[in-house]
């Protein structure tokens, strides 16, 4: 059995991580591990074990037919017997299965806010998905959808796994030590920026000497000039700071105090699971899978989605109160070492594969 991880890019974002994670975790399950970025590459590829086989195909459009058939030489070359298309590469891997029907294709969902698309939307989606194996999904919510909208009952939530990154230390974040509050997520609008900027904003005047570190790919685009905008509108330049996509979350992390999600929709972040294994006080919104990863205030905080005074107080709970921030984190810490382990989720995602 050799597997191939396919991805439209190899920047810092769930997905792509994801991905990475399993070219690298399978290396010693399966006869061969491989991956291919279709569109772009990015940070993540210097996480790319070598043993790993790596294609990069420079897609220009949908119906690239260059990229259609180097994939195609590509798997013939190397015997390739499974894709696992992640997010929007789908379509992709359809077109290939079209003229290599024996390959098997797995499809992996990882957008939480696809419940909430409409039929022009998962049109091609739905078309595709007559050509999938198996559906794998970060979410119940998304598990229901995809039984109900698309032409395929193979479908099975399965859980991500968290994993510490090597990368060297490169990134010092801003700020006074000790006091930081940080946030993983790419600059989209379905996590929800503002919402945290302005709850940041509110308790700034009790507590002046706390920062806000905003860690995420900047697209250049309306919402991160409207963040941009907002922040300097709130007067919060040098109390929030943005840096883009960065190599090193872990060192990152390890840097700050207290980890926020804000986002509207989720599936099972990643973002979530690895302020867990870094021991960080976690406060997240109610959505996606995040509330089965946080049990509020057992081992974290869950708030209503867009409720700024939640956040704000529980914010301030955090703050005000550092032995039970340790004593959440510590205990977050256990739960996702115990439950989100890489080792049974690999072992499930080879069990998916077998099948087929």
Request: charged share 20%.
């Amino acid at each position: 059995m050799k597997v191939l991880q396919l991805i439209d890019s190899l920047e810092a974002g769930g997905a792509e991580r994801v991905a990475v994670n399993y070219a690298n975790g399978l290396l010693d399950k399966v006869d061969g591990s491989y991956l291919c970025a279709t569109r772009t590459e990015g940070l993540l590829k210097a996480n790319l074990k070598q043993e790993v086989g790596y294609l990069f195909l420079k897609k220009k459009s949908a119906l690239d037919i260059t990229a259609i058939r180097g994939l195609y030489f590509f798997i013939k070359k190397e015997g390739i017997t499974l894709i696992h298309a992640h997010s929007s590469s789908f379509f992709l891997a359809t077109l290939v299965k079209l003229i290599h029907p024996k390959i098997k294709l797995v499809w992996h969902d990882h957008y939480g806010n696809r419940v909430n698309s409409t039929f022009k939307h998962i049109f091609i989606l739905k078309i595709c998905s007559l050509f999938f194996s198996n559906i794998l999904v970060v979410s119940t919510d998304l598990e229901k959808w995809a039984k109900k909208k698309l032409w395929t009952q193979k479908i099975k939530y399965i859980q991500n796994s968290p994993q510490l990154d090597s990368s060297k230390k490169q990134t010092v974040l801003k700020g006074e030590k000790n006091k930081r509050i940080v946030c993983l997520a790419n600059l989209r609008s379905d996590k929800n920026h503002p919402f945290l900027i302005k709850a940041f904003h509110e308790i700034l005047d009790v507590y002046p000497d706390w920062t806000l570190h905003l860690i995420g790919k900047d697209n250049n685009d309306q919402y991160a000039h409207s963040l941009k905008q907002l922040i300097k509108s709130l007067l919060l330049t040098d109390t929030v700071f943005l840096y883009g996509s960065c190599p090193d979350t872990s060192n990152i992390l390890s840097q700050s105090q207290i980890g926020v999600l804000s986002s509207k929709s989720e599936g099972l972040p990643l973002a979530l699971l690895e302020y867990g294994l870094v021991g960080l006080a976690t406060i997240t919104t109610d959505v996606g899978q995040c509330g089965t990863v946080i049990t509020n205030h057992e081992n974290g905080i869950v708030i209503a989605s867009n409720n700024q005074e939640e956040l704000c107080k529980a914010l301030i709970f955090y703050i005000e109160n550092k032995k039970i921030r340790q004593s959440y984190s510590d205990q977050l810490r256990k739960h996702i070492l115990e439950e989100y382990s890489e080792i049974s989720t690999l072992q499930n995602i080879v069990k998916i594969y077998n099948r087929l």
